[in-house]
């Protein structure tokens, strides 16, 4: 494997040009939309909820890989490395928080009224100042975590090395201590990271759900909603996790057969059941805010699941008026995409270890979350109300989709990029 | 006191000898243990029924407060239950082998724990022979129940935990029943050999075994999660500041299984003391319990920031009020004695060489289990005492009644715990069998 490692590769040519071209339609879909006058709140709109989509999902990925540390996982083999080299996006995603501090004028509300009661929380300097600061400890420490994870992989990489990598590689490995001492001590280290790259998301990721989400409808409040945020993130990058196992699955490039059914079985199993406490966090919010019954909390289910939200109507004819408001039908999609399908066909172990089927549902459940996202910020920023009077509101639009696109290439190249930098980061064919 | 490494006997009759010594005559220490226990019990019914012939003027229960010690303790015992199914079903699903020394401590606990939690409800009701008109049926009064009521969904959700934790108790004790009841020679070899159920150890029973574990461990595992969800939605369904918070569900089952694994901590030390299973009961397992503890500990802490926060969020004044209260007013002793505890006490756990000193453990395992009885009465008395009109604000302190009621509910499930020492074998033989050989092999 060493051998291997010391020769660093080029991006495979086919999809990184299709992960750029992606890219690009989105920044061309974003610039586009941010320059004209109409359609400048709706892109930095889009842009957040796809930023809230890929940032959580991404540092989700480096909770995965630390969850196997933490929990002395012994089945996952290079299924951690793909997590790491998911992880690697953490980076990206900061660089990209900046262009939410451009659009917050048109964002959030509070940027220019204060929220009566919340004048201090919502002090513009003050709310991106530790939202920066959360963002700046939380990929300092997912990437100094991903640092320790790969390092010993680096050594054999710094001999053969030429040019920039070369350097990259001595500054990485200042130190070296020998591929077995260096191996003992990142699994020590990597242990003890693990517990806080851990304890850092459920925080920091909480803090954003609050600032970023939460406080688009200022008057709403939830105690579970930051919780149920950052455990999406975790949920929707093992799905995406999935996706990839099975894409890598066949690639001459990567250690062949090492997706095996033991292990789809058990990547399933990880949909199957977070998804149930996915919606257990789902239902434990909706239910007490439904028995309650306190317009407060109230207003941000029905501007997401119709007025009918309180009333009995679960017999046809009123689902169908249930699913004629807006946002209802995106918002029951997000539950058939995260959790129904979910539970229902991975249920039996069959369609768990069959990659049609397991990649289908992860497709669906990472959909879902981007959906869902989609539904937690729009609703606050174009009610219902609005859009019943004629505002155009769709996940489908032109900006919708070329943002979405561009975020999925950048992820990608992101991925495809960190497997080239750090040579360990993805398993090899002959490794 | 560290805890031991060392191995575990090379033969698998070593084995048994070891675990099935508890089951031989008894020290003049356990039987003083049992009598102490069962003295406290009979307190604790005296206490009962002088309060059932006076009526309930002689607890502290007034306006406006209605709920006290005794839905406080109802809550904590059903919490000390899930430590048991979290071991048994969901480590098992897991595959987390180093739950096989100690899921049969656990599931015991459980069992007591839930029977003596159910006691509560029922010495809460002011007319505690009146218990069956809480259940469903068809009848001449004309009564019915009311399904909207969370404290209904109690009786269905601790009721079905109390059959399936039995269920599992059961059916895990059959192959070291049938181990027990051929080696002991005096009146318990009649028990077993019904409690046995005909087992003869074939192979065709051991596979009908494995099948039902599994499927009970499925069973299982939504009620680890269901149970203490509903018991939080007693609170959180309520329009009560302080109560009626979203996280409630998934902060009570954090808090169920943070307790429960402090209390099996609790008993499994001095048992692993006096019985000699150092052997058995080792480093690997206080350390995993201890992570366990920490997770769960986090998870509680941030449960009380966010709830803190939100308050203060919301710019609610009868939340803000409400949280004040906690930290400042009539029970600030107990909010922080409730922190101090769940949260404070637990950070040494942080480092291995705490976890795996059984000294240390143990004191923090105590510290939990006061501090999660105060979780409770914390949340219970701030916010009945004072909702929403000053007018109506009160006080409650329990009375002497009360206060013996609780300790004779912990010698209760001391009591019962010990005599099952005596009977049943604390540690499940097969699976430290089973345990044994992969190590081996």
Redesign the interface.
């Known amino acids: 494997m060493s051998n291997d490692l010391a020769e660093p590769r080029s991006l495979p040519r086919v999809p990184a040009a299709i992960f750029a071209a992606l890219a690009a339609l989105g920044a061309i879909a974003f610039f586009a939309g941010v320059l004209a006058e109409d359609t400048s709140a709706r892109t930095y709109r889009v842009f957040l909820h796809n930023w809230l989509m890929w940032a959580a999902l991404a540092n989700g990925a480096v909770c995965v890989s630390a969850a196997f540390r ?2 002395n996982a012994g089945w996952q083999g290079p299924i951690q490395r793909i997590a790491e080299s998911m992880g690697g996006f953490v980076a990206i995603s900061f660089l990209l928080y900046w262009v939410i501090y451009l659009g917050r004028h048109e964002l959030f509300e509070w940027v220019h009224h204060p929220v ?3 004048e201090f ?1 919502f002090e513009p300097g003050f709310t991106f100042l530790r939202d920066s600061l959360a963002l700046v400890w939380v990929t300092f420490v997912s990437l100094f975590y991903l640092y320790i994870s790969l390092r010993p992989t680096l050594g054999a990489a710094r001999e053969a090395a030429t040019g920039w990598r070369k350097s990259l590689y001595g500054f990485w490995t200042a130190g070296w201590r020998g591929e077995e001492v260096e191996r003992d001590f990142a699994e020590r280290r990597g242990r003890k990271m693990a ?1 806080v790259v851990a ?1 850092s998301h ?2 920091c990721y ?1 803090l954003i759900a ?1 600032d970023f989400i939460m406080s688009l409808a200022p008057e709403w ?7 149920y945020f950052a455990w999406g993130g975790f949920l929707s990058s093992i799905s995406l996790l999935t996706i990839v196992c099975l894409a890598l699955r066949n690639s001459p490039e990567v250690v062949p057969g090492f997706l095996t059914a033991n292990r789809r079985h058990d990547l399933g199993k990880l949909i199957f059941a977070f998804s149930i406490f996915w919606m ?2 789902f239902w ?2 909706y ?3 439904w ?2 019954n ?1 317009p ?1 909390e109230t207003g941000f289910i029905v501007a997401r699941l119709g007025t009918q939200f309180l009333q009995d109507t679960w017999y046809m004819g009123g689902f169908m008026q249930r699913i004629a408001e807006p946002y209802v039908t995106w918002t029951l999609l997000v539950w058939l995409l995260v959790w129904v399908l979910p539970f229902w066909v991975l249920l039996g172990q069959r369609p768990k270890k069959t990659p049609a089927i397991l990649g289908t549902i992860a497709v669906g459940s990472v959909l879902g979350f981007w959906l869902e996202r989609y539904i937690l910020v729009t609703p606050s920023l174009v009610p219902p109300s609005e859009v019943l009077a004629g505002a155009a509101i769709t996940p489908l639009g032109w900006i919708e989709l070329g943002i979405g696109a561009g975020f999925v290439g950048l992820f990608f190249l992101s991925f495809l990029g960190f497997g080239r930098v750090f040579p360990g980061a993805i398993p090899r064919a002959g490794g | 006191m560290a805890a031991a490494t060392e191995p575990l006997p090379a033969s698998p009759d070593a084995i048994n000898d070891d675990i099935l010594r508890v089951l031989e005559p008894p020290s003049k220490t356990y039987v003083l243990g049992v009598l102490f226990c069962g003295a406290l019990v009979a307190c604790g019914v005296s206490a009962f029924l002088y309060q059932v012939y006076w009526g309930f003027g002689v607890t502290g229960l007034n306006h406006p407060v209605m709920w006290g010690l005794y839905i406080t303790t109802f809550v904590f015992w059903v919490g000390i239950a899930h430590a048991g199914t979290l071991i048994s079903a969901i480590l098992f699903l ?1 595959r987390a082998k180093w739950r096989n020394a100690v899921n049969r401590g656990a599931e015991a606990l459980t069992v007591f724990s839930v029977l003596t939690a159910a006691l509560f409800p029922l010495l809460h009701l002011g007319r505690a022979w009146k218990f069956y008109f809480i259940l469903p049926y068809p009848n001449q009064r004309g009564l019915w129940v009311n399904f909207k009521s969370p404290l209904l969904w109690d009786v269905f959700a601790i009721g079905t935990y109390t059959i399936i934790s039995i269920l599992f108790f059961i059916v895990g004790l059959i192959p070291d029943i049938g181990a027990a009841r051929d080696r002991v020679r005096d009146w318990r070899r009649h028990l077993y050999r019904v409690l046995a159920m005909g087992w003869r150890g074939t192979s065709e029973q051991w596979r009908a075994h494995s099948r039902s574990v599994l499927h009970l461990s499925g069973l299982a595992t939504p009620l680890v ?1 269901s149970v203490h ?1 509903v018991v939080s ?1 007693d609170f ?4 009560v500041p302080g109560w ?7 902060y009570f089952v954090a808090g169920a299984i943070f307790s429960g694994i402090a209390m099996v901590i609790t008993i499994l030390i001095p048992v692993r003391q006096a019985f000699g299973l150092q052997a058995y009961l080792r480093d690997v397992h206080f350390d995993n319990m201890g ?1 366990l503890i920490l997770i769960t500990s ?1 998870i509680v802490g ?2 009380y920031g ?2 803190y926060f ?1 308050a203060w ?4 004044p009868y939340e803000q009020m409400s949280f004040w209260y906690r930290g400042f007013g009539h029970y600030w002793w107990a909010t922080w004695t409730m922190i101090i505890c769940n949260v404070i006490v637990p950070l040494p756990l ?1 480092f291995k060489r705490m976890r795996v000193n059984l000294a240390f453990m143990w004191i923090v395992s105590i510290f939990i289990n006061i501090g999660m009885w105060f979780e409770r009465f914390v949340i219970i008395m701030t916010s009945l005492s004072h909702e929403y009109d000053p007018a109506a604000w009160g006080y409650y302190f329990p009375s002497w009644v009360e206060w013996t009621i609780l300790v004779a509910s912990v010698a209760f499930v001391l009591f019962l715990f010990l005599i099952f020492l005596r009977m049943f074998p604390v540690i499940a033989i097969q699976e430290v069998k089973e345990l044994h050989y992969e190590e081996a092999h």
């Open positions: 933490l929990t009566a009661g919340k929380w517990a304890l459920a925080i909480s609050i409040i939830s105690t579970m909603f930051p919780a257990y966090l434990s919010q239910f007490v805010i028995y309650a306190i407060e | 897991f999660l969800s939605w959180a369904t309520s329009v009626h918070t979203t996280i409630f569900a998934p992570k986090s941030y449960a966010m709830e939100m969020y919301s710019a609610n942080w």
